[in-house]
């Protein structure tokens, strides 16, 4: 017998793969329609799209035969004003999940663990095992608050390097009580908080507490509220201690000439992409509304630009691939806690009008 010459790690070989949601395009064919004519509320984007002014500079944009600035220095002093905390404390990557796994590069050695909070965001669980990390999932409470004692134990009994939290959670949409935060930051390990939504909500950003804990990592990007998931810009606000290390390890050009010219962009315009977003939470507040009068939905309050339902009466799959039939997409998850959960992102004011006329239509015909 014949040894393999190409042999991959074998955790990787027997990994289940991740699924992001799917391209408009790709959408638009499976249901036979055009493209233009479906509403993607699907993934938590900006419906708005970047700042008009980054457009502009973008299509002029200068430099691209030169590699990008490794420190991102000028983007991280316009960082620094904007979230006030110094620069030396922000590092800049390309999307917060590129600092999710450095952050685990910096920390985890074999045999230890990182504490995942499910309901949350997928990534954190899923880049842990690349890095030979455990997770041990503690699931929240049944109002998604989380279980404390429980991540405490977790914290005294196993080799606990990390915590990641996300507030406004995806997908529940809820901020963490800043109580609970003070609780775990007491505990012997380090709390990632993912701010990704923090701009949605009507509670500041933890930005200003890593001065105070040194073991406070709180991550933000610019793909939600400024509108620029499709270039890849997020930073993070990291103790002063861990800064000389982060900076040996990181990639030299991890942000693109383009993603640091538009986040830089986005920055100087900052004022008018937070009247955007604060629109934004007027729709979500609208849905919210109206999602509750509705019979077979039950929304979680949310203090981002999503919101999270039970659906009653039906399969949840099943009433996503009603609204989709109508052009309509939304996120459904086949995931523990919440099989009978559907997520719908905040649209402009004409999406959500069609969202509710579609829901409405499906109470009143009575194909439920
Ligand atoms: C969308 C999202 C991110 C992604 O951030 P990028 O900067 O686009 O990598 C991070 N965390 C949460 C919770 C998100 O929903």
New binding site residues.
């Given amino acids: 017998m014949t040894r393999d010459k190409v042999r991959i790690r074998r955790d990787i070989a027997s990994m289940s793969a991740y699924t992001p949601t799917t391209s408009l395009d790709v959408f638009a064919k499976r249901l036979g329609l055009p493209a233009e004519d479906l509403i993607k509320l699907d993934a938590?984007e900006n419906p708005y799209g970047p700042s008009p002014r980054v457009v502009e500079a973008l299509a002029s944009l200068p430099n691209m035969q030169v590699y990008p600035d490794p420190e991102s220095g000028r983007l991280r002093e316009l960082l620094a004003e904007y979230t006030g905390v110094p620069a030396a404390q922000i590092l800049c990557g390309a999307?917060?999940?590129?600092l999710i796994e450095l952050i685990l590069q910096l920390f985890i050695e074999p045999g230890d663990a990182i504490i995942n909070t499910p309901p949350t965001?997928a990534?954190y669980s899923f880049n842990a095992p690349l890095y030979h990390a455990e997770v041990i999932d503690i699931y929240r409470r049944a109002d998604f608050s989380l279980d404390l004692e429980a991540m405490a134990e977790a914290v005294t009994r196993r080799n606990v390097k990390l915590v990641f939290l996300?507030s406004p959670n995806?997908p529940s949409g809820g901020l963490i009580a800043r109580e609970d935060i003070r609780t775990l930051l007491a505990l012997p390990t380090t709390i990632v908080i993912?701010e990704?939504?923090i701009e949605f909500a009507e509670q500041e950003s933890l930005a200003q507490w890593v001065a105070e804990y040194p073991n406070l990592i709180v991550?933000r990007?610019?793909?939600?509220w400024a509108g620029l998931?499709g270039l890849?810009?997020?930073y993070g606000i990291f103790p002063r201690a861990l800064m000389p290390h982060l900076w040996k390890i990181k990639q030299p050009y991890n942000v693109n000439v383009a993603a640091d010219l538009a986040a830089r962009v986005s920055l100087h315009d900052a004022e008018h992409l937070q009247e955007r977003a604060r629109h934004l939470a007027r729709q979500r507040e609208r849905m919210e509304i109206a999602f509750a009068e509705l019979p077979y939905l039950a929304p979680y309050p949310s203090q981002s630009n999503f919101v999270l339902n039970r659906v009653t009466g039906m399969s949840a799959a099943d009433f996503r691939d009603r609204l989709a039939r109508a052009g309509i997409i939304v996120r459904y998850y086949n995931k523990p806690r919440l099989y009978d959960h559907i997520r719908i992102s905040a649209g402009k004011p004409d999406q959500v009008d069609r969202l509710l006329e579609v829901l409405r239509a499906l109470h009143s015909d009575n194909v439920l």
């Avoid at 990007?221 to 939600?224: G, H, N």
């Fill in positions: 938590n999307g917060a999940d590129e965001f990534m996300c995806n993912d990704a939504y991550l990007t610019l793909s939600k998931a890849r810009v997020g």
